[in-house]
């Protein structure tokens, strides 16, 4: 099993800050990496695709890159909206696997 | 607009069954991949199960292999997860998910909730 592992656990910005969260896996899945975000009481919502490609309708200010076993989610200029719990998503096998989330606050 | 609605949640026995069930809507169920995935109360995510688009292909993860059967109906566009021998530590929200083509999730249902407790 590829265990993802993301940091920080959880992370304290101010708005129009930028963040960046990482996600790194036991093994090499190439790009085979998503980035979610969950925000209270929501489904997750799929963010980037294949390491690198911003979802349908996702804000420019979310970039993600990585290869093989590092991967990293960038918010530029932090917004109230962005609050919520990120995760790193591997699919490049069997069984697929979740980092364990990083909690972005807002101060 | 896509849609994916579950239902079947609610609270069973340890060792009983529940059935859930996931209503698509707004694209052709037939040509994607489906998913389920839960998440425990103050938990993360969590992959279940995986299922092609025509049924042919399963996949489990290792502690629900022999207990869930994730399956489909095309012809009424809804996605299913029988759970069997259910245990506490499958207490959970549920969601449902549609795959890409890849295996990225982009599109998830509300979520149903199960309770394993006696």
């Known amino acids: 099993e590829t265990v993802m592992t993301q940091s920080p656990t959880s992370m304290s910005t101010s708005i129009g800050e930028r963040v960046t969260l990482n996600c790194k896996a036991s093994?090499?899945?190439?790009?085979?990496v998503d980035w979610y975000q969950q925000t209270p009481g929501q489904s997750p919502k799929l963010l980037i695709y294949?390491?690198?490609n911003r979802h349908t309708g996702v804000p420019d200010r979310f970039t993600g890159s990585g290869f093989g076993r590092d991967f990293t989610l960038t918010i530029s200029n932090v917004e109230a909206e962005d609050l919520a719990v990120y995760y790193c998503?591997?699919?490049?096998?069997?069984?697929?696997?979740f980092g364990s989330g990083t909690k972005l606050e807002i101060k | 607009e896509v849609q994916l609605v579950e239902s079947g949640g609610g609270l069973v026995q340890p060792g009983r069954s529940l059935k859930l069930s996931c209503a698509a809507s707004?694209?052709?169920?037939?040509?994607?991949?489906m998913a389920w995935v839960r998440q425990a109360p103050t938990k993360g995510l969590e992959w279940v199960a995986t299922?092609?688009?025509?049924?042919?292909?399963?996949y489990y993860r290792d502690s629900v292999k022999g207990r869930f059967t994730i399956s489909r109906d095309n012809a009424k566009s809804t996605l299913y997860l029988q759970m069997d021998s259910l245990r506490s530590e499958d207490t959970a929200t549920y969601y449902c998910?549609?795959?890409?083509?890849?295996?990225?999730?982009?599109?998830w249902g509300q979520g149903a909730s199960v309770t394993v407790s006696s």
């Open positions: 998910a549609r795959h890409r083509n890849s295996g990225s999730m982009d599109a």
């Open positions: 707004g694209f052709t169920f037939s040509n994607y991949g």
């Open positions: 299922i092609s688009y025509d049924g042919s292909s399963t």
């Open positions: 093994q090499s899945v190439g790009i085979n």
């Open positions: 294949g390491a690198s």
């Open positions: 998503l591997q699919y490049g096998s069997i069984p697929l696997t």
